[in-house]
T-cell receptor, first 113, second 113 residues
Framework: SQTIHQWPATLVQPVGSPLSLECTVEGTSNPNLYWYRQAAGRGLQLLFYSVGIGQISSEVPQNLSASRPQDRQFILSSKKLLLSDSGFYLCACSRGPGANVLTFGAGSRLTVL | AQKITQTQPGMFVQEKEAVTLDCTYDTSDPSYGLFWYKQPSSGEMIFLIY????DQQNATEGRYSLNFQKARKSANLVISASQLGDSAMYFC??????????WGAGTKLIIKP
């Protein structure tokens, strides 16, 4: 079964600083990868998904970007953080197109001050 | 577009009682999948149960069962014999034709001893 490692677990950053959240997957190859954001007390909002190396689809226009430099590595970045970027970020994977169940990482809690 | 509605923001239930968490959905796709995930205070999303729109029988997984009423577009989660460890946020989600999950706002379940 898949295991997702996500770090850092918590992060406090000033407005305007850069961001890098990393996610790696074990136990499967060629997974679909996802970045979600969860505002406090809310459901999940899909930010990016990737079906392969270098293939990134963005769901929500924002100052965040994602990259997939390797098959099982997914990175969420920003050049300049905004206060509204605060939230809980979850990386997830599925085994590929049509695969139903998502496996999630433990999440990264970002506070922008 | 797909939509998920969870009308119960919070619930208190006595330990060992059964719990029903409500979920209604809206979709124009003839084929879809419905999911329930649990999010404990640690933040990780844990898959509980899945129901396909063409599945003839309601899905069951241990103490979890899904009361799927297609005509009413509802997919309520039933937890039998609730335990203190069931206290968490519970999210209903629907998978659209692009294999993306649309999430509800969640229900916070608190099990009382």
């Amino acid at each position: 079964s898949q295991t997702i490692h996500q770090w850092p677990a918590t992060l406090v950053q000033p407005v305007g600083s850069p961001l890098s959240l990393e996610c790696t997957v074990e136990g499967t190859s060629n997974p679909n990868l996802y970045w979600y954001r969860q505002a406090a007390g809310r459901g999940l909002q899909l930010l990016f998904y990737s079906v392969g190396i270098g293939q990134i689809s963005s769901e929500v226009p924002q100052n965040l970007s994602a990259s997939r430099p390797q098959d099982r590595q997914f990175i969420l970045s920003s050049k300049k953080l905004l206060l509204s970027d605060s939230g809980f970020y979850l990386c997830a994977c599925s085994r590929g197109p049509g695969a139903n169940v998502l496996t999630f990482g433990a999440g990264s809690r970002l506070t922008v001050l | 577009a797909q939509k998920i509605t969870q009308t119960q923001p919070g619930m208190f239930v006595q330990e060992k009682e059964a719990v029903t968490l409500d979920c209604t959905y809206d979709t124009s796709d003839p084929s879809y999948g419905l999911f329930w995930y649990k999010q404990p205070s640690s933040g990780e999303m844990i898959f509980l149960i899945y129901q396909g729109s063409y599945d003839q029988q309601n899905a069951t997984e241990g103490r979890y069962s899904l009361n799927f009423q297609k005509a009413r577009k509802s997919a309520n989660l039933v937890i039998s014999a609730s335990q203190l460890g069931d206290s968490a946020m519970y999210f209903c989600a629907i998978m659209d034709s692009n294999y993306q999950l649309i999430w509800g706002a969640g229900t916070k379940l608190i099990i009382k001893p």
